[in-house]
């Protein structure tokens, strides 16, 4: 059974950072960072972690909003475009690596290659950690919006996976397309997959009528993980 629960973290601001672990009793090596879409640390993400740790995979979600949230309820009634609005990139980077510090550090356990996973507005977060933090294995993210990680693509080393939505009202399916040949013409290694007629928020908006995509996606995430995973030195097969 795995181990969970919140926990609050500190960005080197002092900013105070709501999160949530969920920790594997059979762990595979594998952590992820989890970035949440507008509604930040939202109960989505909190059970998504948990469904990490079911597949043997550390996970440690986290919330955007600790400078501006004058509590921790982030349920239907919390106004995430309202506290959006008032996040500074610079803020918003140290809050996440903050987060891959606390699983660098082996708190939540050893691990041998630690990933983000973002959603919407965490998807071009986590797609940008392939230019800023070295220690990252791979970055994916989910119907994110290229242009706001277009320009690090020339610093990008981590290899992504993009898990694009084919009726995105936010990015066009164009612009997605347009983002795997990027990828491609600077010789960044990545995985593009475009779910046709999926709409944006397909996989966290708990959306009935797509559950072939959510399961493939999921299938996705894991076979990226386990591929770009550097199996633990235990004894296991290399």
């Known amino acids: 059974m795995a181990e969970s629960g919140d ?26 960072v989890l970035l ?13 972690s948990g469904r990490f740790a079911e597949a043997g995979v550390t996970a440690l979600a986290i919330d955007y909003y600790g400078r501006s949230a004058v509590d ?23 809050d996440i690596r903050a987060a891959v510090d606390h699983l660098h550090s082996g708190a939540l356990g050893e691990l041998d ?6 959603f919407c507005l965490g998807g071009a977060m986590s797609w940008s950690q392939s230019a800023v933090d070295e ?5 994916i993210g989910f119907y994110g919006r290229p242009a706001e990680c277009r320009a690090l693509i020339p610093r990008m080393r981590a ?13 066009a399916p164009e612009d997605a397309r347009k983002f795997d040949q990027e990828l491609t013409d600077a010789g960044v290694g990545h995985r593009f997959v475009l779910y046709e007629g999926a709409p944006h928020s397909f996989f966290d908006g ?7 995509a959510c399961a493939d996606a999921w299938r996705e995430v894991l076979d990226f993980l386990a591929q770009h995973s550097v199996p633990r030195r235990n004894g296991m097969p290399r």
């Open 7 to 32: 926990l609050t973290l500190r960005a080197p601001d002092g900013n105070r950072i709501l999160a949530h672990r969920a920790v594997p009793a059979r762990p595979s090596g594998a952590g992820v």
């Open 206 to 212: 708990g959306f009935a009528a797509h559950e072939e």
């Open 135 to 139: 220690r990252l294995a791979g970055a």
């Open 36 to 48: 949440p879409d507008v509604r930040g640390l939202h109960r989505f993400y909190r059970e998504l």
């Open 113 to 118: 290659a630690i990933f983000t996973v973002g």
């Open 159 to 171: 290899p992504l996976l993009v898990l694009a939505a084919g009726a995105d009202q936010l990015t």
């Open 72 to 94: 921790d309820t982030r349920g239907p009634d919390f106004d995430g475009f309202g506290h959006v609005a008032k996040l500074r990139p610079e803020h918003s980077a140290a």
